[in-house]
């Protein structure tokens, strides 16, 4: 954990195996059973947030990408006398 100053309090309340598990776990790793509820819950906050975010910019992406077929825009003419080099490279000119 970070040296940060810790300012805030969770409280919970859970069932005596689960607190008897979270109690093994953390000292099976050497941390304060609050140290490592805190890892533990950084972790799934963490995933949870950047599944959203892939979620969210895979479907902004792709109503981007469905957008610009619908509405495909004019080539420009760097597009022309790109494609133009790329036949004559490719012997299709």
Same mark, same amino acid.
């Given at each position: 954990m970070s040296t940060e =100053?810790?300012?805030?309090? =969770?409280d919970l309340r859970l069932p005596p195996a689960a607190k008897t598990q979270i109690e093994? @776990? @953390?000292e099976l790793q050497g941390r304060s059973v609050?140290?490592?509820v805190v890892a533990a819950a950084?972790?799934?906050?963490s995933q949870v947030i950047e599944q959203q975010m892939v979620l969210k910019l895979c479907l902004e992406d792709s109503m981007a990408l469905a957008e610009s077929f619908i509405n495909e825009p004019e080539p420009n003419k760097k597009a022309i006398?790109? @494609?133009r080099r790329y036949r004559e490279r490719m012997g299709q000119a």
């Open positions: =100053l810790k300012k805030e309090r =969770l093994k @776990a @953390a609050s140290d490592f950084l972790a799934q906050a006398e790109a @494609a």
